[in-house]
């Protein structure tokens, strides 16, 4: 074992005291992450975590904070919002059971990392951010990494995306009060609404539209920023 890798083992904090890390040393963190935060706890979907293990997560995430981008925790991405904790974006992509020619939409693009596991799953992903700079950086990344097939739009994700419903899948990356219900409108039948809902506590729902009416799973309690614009004046 090199001084190297057992240094990256310690923890990337420690890395940077030794100079800045480089990509071979990022694919060494995300490979750990994968390993020890993904497979070790519930995440069993092949797909999933190769998309995992593909999309460099350390690109998403702003230059103080790279060399955290691979630990067991979400980060900040400016303007007060975070990029989620590398389980939370696996297990929410696991739930979405997202297929290859499914059409996937995300609320709450944030720093655009989410969008990118969900387009190494399916060429039709369309994700909406209410925050103009971050829109516009997540947008300035995706297209750095190659990732110029998402669809984005800058406002308010209440009202889902009408003009490219229905989706097979709808993910959402801030906690709402209560579901919007465009967003139900706007699955296929057996499409999947992927969401946290709460206040303060928060659970992770997975609700799936069925033939009539919809059926509810609670998964875990999270942690998500709250959901902007519209929904802050809807009654609970
Ligand atoms: N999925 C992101 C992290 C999202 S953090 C990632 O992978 O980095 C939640 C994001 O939701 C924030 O960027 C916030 O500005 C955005 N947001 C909050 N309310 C929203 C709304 N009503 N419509 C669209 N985006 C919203």
Do not use: C
């Amino acid at each position: 074992m090199s001084t190297r890798w057992r240094v990256l083992t310690v923890g990337a904090a420690v890395a940077v005291s030794i100079g800045a890390l480089t990509a071979a040393d990022y694919a060494v963190l995300r490979e750990q992450m994968v390993h020890e935060q993904l497979e070790a706890r519930d995440i069993r979907d092949q797909r999933v975590l190769a998309a995992m293990r593909s999309v460099p997560r350390h690109e998403f995430v702003p230059e103080e904070f790279r060399t955290y981008a691979y630990e067991d925790s979400a980060l900040p991405i400016g303007q007060l919002q975070t990029i989620s904790q590398p389980y939370i974006v696996a297990l929410m992509t696991q739930l979405a059971d997202v297929k290859q020619g499914d059409r996937v939409l995300e609320i709450g693009t944030g720093s655009g990392y989410q969008a990118a596991v969900l387009a190494e799953l399916t060429h039709e992903v369309y994700t909406i951010e209410i925050l103009e700079p971050l829109a516009t950086q997540a947008e300035a990344t995706l297209r750095r990494l190659g990732y110029d097939r998402i669809h984005g739009r800058t406002g308010d994700g209440y009202a889902g995306w009408p003009e490219a419903a229905p989706f097979d899948a709808i993910l959402v990356t801030a906690a709402a009060p209560k579901v919007p219900r465009p967003l139900l409108e706007q699955l296929t039948v057996g499409g999947r609404l992927v969401i946290p809902v709460g206040q303060h506590e928060q659970e992770l729902k997975v609700i799936t539209k069925q033939p009539a009416g919809f059926a509810e799973a609670r998964v875990i309690p999270v942690r998500f920023v709250p959901m902007k614009g519209r929904i802050e004046g809807q009654p609970e």
